[in-house]
């Protein structure tokens, strides 16, 4: 065999290891995001000073005519891994957020994150870890004012396989209040997930595939085994039209179905528009529909 024969195997890239709730990531991302008919309304406003302060306002408007509303402003210092976000939501609390990123050491990340309502004096405040190697994510949550609880989550991952599990633990009730489990496997083109919450008594699998570079389509089903025998089932699916919009669609074993168009208006703009159904009851009022509209500047 001469030279120019002999094939060349070209490296393959590791992926990341994601967090326990993101190991389903993908098929939950095509099942529940962009779909618009949740609330009548929503506007975001992003923007961006000179000094790098980022600023947010996000607002929404309900099917019962409920109206909510959030403004904040994150600073990242880049040399030292810190980043600071204060939000301000219409309900007038006071949200805080402090991370420290790859500062304590190399692929750990820490918060302090604390909330304070000024009309019934309200505190919470909680510190959380993250720590990320190349086959490792392992995360801890400690909510100081409630309990006080810890909730620890760990994945493993060995070319493109995935373990992972989850535990609470109340400090004041000396007990385990939730425990999860999950496993999987990451592909580039495609992902799939077996997942048993709520003290392993609420299973689901998912799976996602991107067809192509225009398609990605994915289901999910779930089975309480503490309810009925019945089995839930969601599938969706989203095409990319052209380069500045894409629609999706979704239908679930109840006959609901949603529909769903975003595009790009021009540079910073972009619209929103959904929709969903009761295939078995189209004659009657139960039909939603929403828009979105995002400012970026």
Same mark, same amino acid.
């Given at each position: 065999?001469?030279? *120019?024969?002999?094939?060349?195997?070209?490296?393959?890239?590791?992926?990341?290891?994601?967090?326990?709730?993101?190991?389903?990531?993908?098929?939950?991302?095509?099942? =529940?995001?962009?779909?618009?008919?949740?609330?009548?309304?929503?506007?975001?406003?992003?923007?961006? +000073?000179?000094?790098?302060?980022?600023?947010?306002?996000? &607002? /929404?408007?309900?099917?019962?005519?409920?109206?909510?509303?959030?403004?904040?402003?994150?600073?990242?210092?880049?040399?030292?891994?810190?980043?600071?976000?204060?939000?301000?939501?219409?309900?007038?609390?006071?949200?805080?957020?402090?991370?420290?990123? =790859?500062?304590? +050491? *190399?692929?750990? /990340?820490?918060?302090?994150?604390?909330?304070?309502?000024?009309?019934?004096?309200?505190? &919470?405040?909680?510190?959380?870890?993250?720590?990320?190697?190349?086959?490792?994510?392992?995360?801890?949550?400690?909510?100081? %004012?409630?309990?006080? $609880?810890?909730? %620890?989550?760990?994945?493993?991952?060995?070319?493109?396989? #995935?373990?992972?599990?989850?535990?609470?633990?109340?400090?004041?009730?000396?007990?385990?209040?939730?425990?999860?489990?999950?496993?999987?496997?990451?592909?580039?083109?495609? $992902?799939?997930?077996?997942?048993? +919450?709520?003290?392993?008594?609420?299973?689901?699998?998912?799976?996602?595939?991107?067809?192509?570079? +225009?398609?990605?389509?994915?289901?999910? @089903? $779930?089975?309480?085994?503490?309810?009925?025998?019945?089995?839930? #089932?969601?599938?969706?699916? *989203?095409?990319?039209?052209?380069?500045?919009?894409?629609?999706?669609?979704?239908?679930?074993?109840? &006959?609901?179905?949603?529909?769903?168009? =975003?595009?790009?208006?021009?540079?910073?703009?972009? #619209? &929103? %528009?959904?929709?969903?159904?009761?295939?078995?009851? %189209?004659?009657?009022?139960?039909?939603?529909?929403? @828009?979105?509209?995002?400012?970026? @500047?």
């Amino acid at each position: 065999m001469s030279i *120019k024969e002999i094939p060349v195997m070209m490296p393959v890239t590791a992926l990341a290891v994601p967090a326990f709730t993101d190991i389903s990531k993908a098929s939950n991302d095509l099942l =529940n995001k962009d779909f618009y008919h949740t609330v009548a309304a929503a506007l975001k406003i992003k923007s961006k +000073a000179p000094n790098g302060v980022t600023f947010n306002v996000e &607002g /929404k408007s309900t099917h019962e005519n409920h109206t909510a509303g959030v403004i904040d402003a994150k600073f990242t210092d880049a040399p030292t891994g810190l980043t600071i976000t204060q939000a301000w939501t219409t309900a007038n609390a006071l949200d805080t957020k402090l991370e420290l990123d =790859n500062t304590i +050491a *190399k692929g750990i /990340k820490a918060e302090v994150i604390t909330h304070f309502l000024p009309s019934t004096q309200a505190k &919470g405040a909680k510190v959380n870890l993250h720590f990320k190697q190349p086959n490792l994510h392992a995360r801890a949550f400690f909510d100081l %004012l409630r309990g006080p $609880t810890a909730s %620890l989550d760990a994945v493993i991952g060995h070319e493109g396989f #995935l373990a992972g599990a989850e535990a609470a633990y109340d400090v004041q009730k000396a007990a385990i209040t939730r425990y999860s489990a999950a496993v999987g496997y990451t592909a580039p083109e495609y $992902t799939a997930a077996i997942t048993a +919450a709520d003290n392993l008594s609420v299973f689901s699998a998912s799976y996602y595939h991107k067809v192509n570079s +225009a398609v990605e389509a994915g289901a999910k @089903a $779930t089975w309480d085994s503490k309810g009925s025998n019945h089995v839930g #089932l969601e599938v969706a699916s *989203k095409y990319i039209l052209d380069p500045t919009s894409f629609a999706k669609a979704k239908i679930n074993d109840r &006959g609901i179905a949603a529909l769903a168009y =975003n595009v790009i208006l021009r540079p910073g703009v972009t #619209l &929103g %528009l959904g929709a969903s159904f009761d295939t078995q009851k %189209l004659s009657e009022a139960g039909h939603k529909v929403g @828009a979105s509209f995002t400012f970026e @500047a």
